[in-house]
Nanobody, 113 residues
């Protein structure tokens, strides 16, 4: 099983980034997916999740209205579109197969002017 995130980087406050997470070794269309993040010196926290069919999504209050999770089952990929980014969104973002224990290596997102 492989879970690989990409798309992180440095962005100014108010900017946007789109993270991607590619999964292999699982029947992707059958698995729910989640994004978490961990800021330096803090606990890892939930960001967003999506069901296997994409018909239900859920977000942390801190990102509601700014972040959108989606998935492309044909490409075994889940996305996190992040808009109106704030400095407090700075963290390493991780993708996980919900409840499986499989995590990616993370991708750094830095929001700074």
């Amino acid at each position: 099983v492989q879970v690989v995130e990409s798309g992180g980087g440095l962005v100014q406050p108010g900017g946007s980034l789109r993270l991607s997470c590619a999964v292999s070794g699982f029947t992707f269309s059958a698995i729910p997916m989640s994004w978490y993040r961990q800021a330096s010196g803090k606990e890892r926290e939930f960001v967003a999740r999506i069901t296997s069919t994409g018909d239900y999504v859920d977000y942390a209050d801190s990102v509601k209205g700014r972040f959108t999770i989606s998935r492309g089952n044909a490409k075994n990929t889940v996305f996190l579109q992040m808009n109106s980014l704030k400095p407090e969104d700075t963290a390493v973002y991780y993708c996980t197969i919900s409840g499986s224990g499989y995590w990616g290596q993370g991708t750094q997102v830095t929001v700074s002017s």
